[in-house]
């Protein structure tokens, strides 16, 4: 990322400033008066890229029962707002890929609106927690919840196009998965909109009994049956 940083200097400078004032001093943010005969030199210092993952860790396993590529997932709640069949809810529809990607797609409509025309950024965030879950979730055969989720909105997001997002686990620390995903435009070549990484953490079962309903697991079986002799995936 780039920050663009302005400087007093001698008259021989860039930029004159605009009504003798200026609002850096040697890169400290303050509105000052210029003095006479200086001028502002705009420059810009390129912060260092955040490493991803950000602590070392453990390439992911992919579990044996893991589904295999070509397969597409089932919702694993029928009322879940991400992949359920709620009113006005993402959809979220998800296919394992070749390589330990998950692809899905996130039809936006009128009911997924910010601005005008646009789709939320909330819901958008949404739909990568959605995508990243899912991906941990059905590769590695863990219970594991959100922990933390970082979004980058690269362009905007019309109502009437579908977001593609590849999702991958990029790491695993003691409880720690790391995963991350881009978001491309009505396409899986499509410009790049929104970009996501995310932190999950690995839980008990027992964490979906004791904060949500007391029969979530019942619930999560009743949805894919077949899955109810070793269900332990992230919902």
């Known amino acids: ?3 663009k940083v302005a400087t007093l200097v001698p008259s021989g400078g860039d930029f004159l400033a605009s009504r003798g004032f200026c609002l850096f001093e040697r890169g400290v943010p303050r509105r000052i008066p210029v003095r006479t005969g200086y001028r502002v030199r705009v420059s810009e210092k390129r912060r260092p890229a955040t490493p991803w993952p950000p602590v070392e860790t453990d390439a992911p396993e992919i579990h044996v029962k ?7 997932l089932a919702m694993h709640y029928t009322e879940c707002f991400g992949c359920g069949d709620v009113d006005n809810g993402l959809h979220i529809r998800s296919t394992v890929g070749d390589g330990g990607i998950v692809y ?3 039809p936006v409509t009128r009911a997924h609106q910010g601005a005008p025309g646009l789709a939320h950024g909330g819901l958008l965030a949404c739909a990568f927690d959605e995508a990243l879950g899912s991906t ?3 590769l590695l055969r863990r219970p594991a919840v959100t922990g933390k989720l970082e979004t980058d909105f690269l362009r905007p997001v019309p109502i009437g196009t579908t977001l ?3 999702a991958r686990v990029d790491g695993v620390a003691g409880r720690k998965i790391y995963a991350s ?6 396409s899986t070549d499509g410009p ?3 970009r996501a990484r995310g932190l999950f953490v690995q839980v008990g079962l027992e964490h979906f009994t004791s904060h949500g309903d007391p029969d979530s697991l019942a619930k999560f079986s009743q949805t894919t049956p077949e899955r109810r002799e070793d269900w332990d995936i992230n919902p």
């Open 164 to 166: 593609f997002i590849a």
């Open 104 to 106: 899905s797609k996130f």
């Open 1 to 3: 990322m780039a920050v």
């Open 192 to 194: 790049v909109a929104v």
């Open 66 to 72: 893991a589904p295999g590529p070509g397969t597409d």
């Open 136 to 138: 941990v979730g059905n």
């Open 181 to 186: 995903a881009d978001g491309h435009l009505d």
